[in-house]
């Protein structure tokens, strides 16, 4: 099993960062994609990774995941064929569909229902896969009118391409464009623009192995993986959060770092081969490393 350690803090040098977590042995470093949330700012994504890449040699990046409510289709196949060339070939697109309400509203964007939300990911994985692998792209659907001549640069093989699903829809017309997905157990937690915790507590682990096998009937050779909140330590927040989420499977992923790593790699019995760490602090790195890469 492999782990992806996700960079959320504006707060922190992106080069220091991606260094420390190449050093400690995460295989792949990502970055999230928001303006801001209620509770903190976000870094740029593409600014960000260029970074990263920059500063690193051996660990894989990733987008965890581009926000298709932010993002023009046309510019994710643009700027992971570049980052690809940067990267010298580490680059994975992860694309999702977007969920938060206020960040879309708040920044002036439209923010779409559930239904449409879906539609709008279906069709812009079309034209991004199409567009990484063939270079151009001419669509008229119902979300979006492509006529895209040329985009690029081109490189010896394009980026994977990494979708994150979370309900039937996507999972039945987003998987089957992806190089690898992405469960996104704690969908229903977000549904309504908003990370509801009383939502998270009742997720349970019956219902990451439905998605997984709902993916396997669509796609049964693709590689999957998990995204999932964490937090690792003993500070005031991760306890509360802990308390508040206690005996529950995402209750899991919050705590002492040994309980924490522990839950984690027992995700591989659902037959998961990657998971995505996103912790509410940067503290948890330090910490989860000796217990999940062996480094630290």
Same mark, same amino acid.
């Given at each position: ?145 492509? =006529? +895209?001549? %040329?985009?690029? $640069?081109? /490189? !010896? ?6 979708? *994150?699903? @979370? ?46 096998? =709902? +993916?396997? %009937?669509?796609? $049964?050779? /693709? !590689? ?6 964490? *937090?690792? @330590? ?49 503290? %948890?790195?330090?910490?989860?490393? !000796? ?6």
């Amino acid at each position: 099993m492999e782990f992806v350690a996700n960079l959320m803090s504006v707060d922190v040098d992106p080069v220091a960062w991606a260094r420390d977590r190449e050093a400690e042995g995460w295989q792949v470093l990502g970055c999230a994609d928001h303006f801001f949330t209620d509770t903190r700012a976000y870094p740029h994504l593409w600014v960000t990774l260029t970074a990263m890449a920059t500063a690193t040699t051996t660990a894989r990046l990733t987008s965890c995941f581009a926000n298709n409510l932010l993002r023009s289709p046309v510019e994710l196949a643009q700027a992971a064929l570049q980052l690809q060339r940067v990267s010298d070939g580490r680059f994975e697109l992860g694309v999702g569909a977007g969920w938060s309400r206020d960040e879309i509203v708040g920044a002036g964007l439209h923010y779409p229902e559930p239904s449409e939300r879906a539609g709008r990911y279906a069709e812009s994985m079309a034209a991004v896969r199409a567009l990484l692998h063939e270079g151009r792209y001419v669509h008229e659907g119902r979300w979006y009118r492509f =006529a +895209v001549t %040329a985009t690029g $640069p081109r /490189v !010896p093989e394009p980026p994977p391409l990494v979708a *994150s699903v @979370g309900g039937p829809r996507t999972i039945r017309e987003v998987s089957p464009l992806a190089d690898r997905v992405e469960l996104k157990a704690i969908s229903a937690a977000t549904r309504n623009g908003a990370l509801d915790i009383a939502g998270l507590a009742a997720i349970d682990r019956d219902h990451v192995a439905r998605l997984a096998d =709902a +993916v396997r %009937a669509v796609r $049964p050779d /693709v !590689p999957l993986s998990l995204f999932v909140l964490c *937090s690792a @330590g003993t500070d005031a927040r991760t306890a509360a959060i802990s308390r508040a989420l206690s005996g529950s499977f995402i209750g899991g992923f919050f705590g002492e770092p040994a309980q924490v790593a522990e839950h984690v790699r027992s995700l591989a019995e659902l037959g998961l081969d990657r998971v995505q760490l996103s912790p509410f602090s940067d503290d %948890a790195w330090p910490l989860l490393a !000796p217990l999940l890469t062996g480094n630290g």
